[in-house]
Every structure is written in C-alpha cells, then in structure tokens.
C-alpha cells in the first residue's frame, strides 16, 4: 500500500471551545480540506479529536501530600477552580502541540505543522504550564498560611521550691526568718505615673498571600477605585494598553511588557501582580469599567508595591471615606 503524502495543518484549521453540559474544553478541526474519518470519539461528532474535563482533572502530588498532611480539602479552597482552570489550558495547549498525531489516530491523510507554527505552539504550551506551577506554588502557601497556629506566650519558670525533711525525736526545728523585702529607691519614693497614651497611625502592609474578595484590603483598593472613578482620576497606563483595553471586555487586567492578561477578580489579579513583580516584572493592575480604566497597583522588584491608588487619591486632595462607611 503506497504511503500517504503528509499534507501541512494551519492553526485555523483548529477550533477550541468550552462545552458547558459536561464542563470539558474540546478542540475540533474545522478545516476546510475534507478527511476521511475512520473513528471518533466517544459522544462526540466527527472532527472532535481532544476533551479535556475540567472535574476528572487532579491536582499537583506536592499538593495532594501537603493536603493530607495538613488535612485540608483542596476543592474547599477558594482558588481550586482557578488551578483547575489552568491545568486545563495547559492540557489543552498540549493538545493543539500533538494535534497531527492525535488527528492522525482518527482521521486521514496524515497532517504535519510548520516548524513556525510548531515553535508558536509549544511556546505557548510553555507558557500556560509557567502560569499553572506559579499557581500552585500559591495554593501551597495558602494552605501551608491556612494552618498556622498562633504561638502560646512563654510562661515564666517557677521556682523550685524544697521541702524541710520529717522533724525527729529529740530535735527542734526553728523557722527561719523571711528575707526583708527591697524595693527600688525609684519604685519607693516616687508617686505612681500613670502612662501617657499617645496615639500612633501606622500604615498595615497588606499580606502578599491568602487574599480573598471579603479581606479588608481587597475592599479598601475596591472602594479607592470607584472612588477615583467618580473624580475622574487622571490615569498614566502602560503604553498602548489604553487603546487595547478600548477593544477588550470590562474585568481586572495585569499589564507587563506588551502582555495585557485578564483575571477573574481582584484578589486574584493583585496576588499574581505580586508573583510577578517576584519575578523581576513591573506589573500594572488596571481595573476596567469599559469606559474609565483606573490603575489601582504598581508592583516592581521582588512583588514590592510601588503605586497605590489611595496615595494618588491623597496627593489629589481626593478624600476616601472611612470604612465603616464605605459598609
């Protein structure tokens, strides 16, 4: 049997899409050069070559082990949807680096990439398996943070205190006297003091791990938002990023280099912007209306806050409410 000419796959040929009834991505070919389809997969239509379901999909071994020996349950974590999410892109991006192999298993002639369009694809593959070990060194610290105890304040040594032997016949025990008790000259002749209570404002760092949409500093930088777009704020974004986010939906935005990445919600988008800044990244957190976008942090070096939008609102003469206000 003469063997069959290997005829090259373009990307556009490729569909990717979320099937919602059995919460799976799923990749077809959607081409316009016919196959000849000699199988499929079970439950789907011709074309279907890759399914990946997102509740079928577990978790890390590091995580697993630190759950058990914690005894905690990842899916009861607020971000476990999240890391699922993302091992389910990351299968995915695999998917479309083998998809002549995997489409050769049920359709023919067989299919090859370009050698660009192959190095594109497995850089992205790349890219969304750096996004998925980034999250999960999260969700480790947020399960290691989840289940620190509070240290128990040391108690002062006692003395140890010896007993006098049984008396015995013929012998008589006298007590001896108690040592006369000293105070300090300062302590004996100078009126009591009360203390002076002086009032100091310090400023709370907000904690770089653990964030959920109900902590205190997710609500303050919420509140100094719609604060800022209320005053209509002047805003420097990142170059190009204004006429990007012209084009994209309203939702939480990390620009960094020429990436604009969109994330489900606040805290999410302010713990990456700080995994990222640890990498040696400067990242913007744009918080985008579709009309008014606002710049609520700049991370720099080491995941370092560098800009906050309370203090531009301060320096604006723009005064936040307080909190219980804001409730």
Not at 2 to 11: D, E, G, I, M, S
Not at 210 to 225: E, F, K, N, Q, Y
């Amino acid at each position: 049997m003469p063997r069959q000419r290997q005829r090259y796959l373009y990307r556009s040929d490729l569909r990717q899409k979320t099937d919602k009834p059995t919460n799976s991505i799923i990749l077809w070919y959607a081409g316009r050069r016919r196959l000849q389809w000699h199988d499929r997969l079970y439950g789907y239509d011709d074309g279907t070559f890759f399914v990946c379901n997102l509740d079928e999909i577990g978790y890390a071994p590091q995580l697993t082990e630190l759950a058990e020996e914690l005894g905690l349950d990842i899916d009861l974590l607020p971000d476990a949807r999240q890391l699922r999410a993302a091992a389910a892109e990351a299968l995915a991006a695999e998917g479309l680096v083998d998809a002549p192999a995997l489409l050769g298993d049920l359709a023919t002639p067989p299919l090859k990439w370009s050698l660009g369009d192959q190095r594109e694809l497995e850089r992205k593959h790349m890219i969304a398996v750096a996004r998925l070990s980034e999250l999960t060194r999260i969700m480790a610290a947020e399960m290691r943070r989840r289940c620190l105890t509070p240290c128990s304040p040391t108690l002062p040594e006692l003395p140890t205190v010896t007993l006098p032997p049984e008396p015995t016949a013929g012998v008589e025990y006298v007590a001896s006297p108690e040592p006369p008790v000293v105070l300090p000259l300062a302590a004996a002749e100078l009126p009591p003091v009360e203390p002076e209570s002086v009032e100091v404002e310090v400023e709370v760092e907000e904690p770089e791990t653990g964030l959920t949409a109900s902590s205190t500093v997710v609500l303050r930088v919420r509140h100094a938002i719609a604060t800022a777009r209320e005053a209509e704020l002047p805003q420097r974004l990142p170059a190009d990023a204004r006429r990007r986010l012209r084009r994209m939906p309203p939702g939480v935005y990390l620009a960094y280099g020429e990436a604009l990445d969109i994330r489900a919600e606040l805290c999410a988008a302010m713990t990456d912007g700080r995994a990222l800044g640890r990498k040696g990244r400067e990242v913007s957190l744009i918080e985008h209306d579709g009309e008014w976008p606002v710049v609520a942090r700049r991370y720099g070096q080491g995941g370092r806050t560098i800009y906050k939008v309370e203090d531009a609102l301060r320096r604006a003469g723009v005064k936040l409410k307080p909190m219980e206000e804001v409730a």
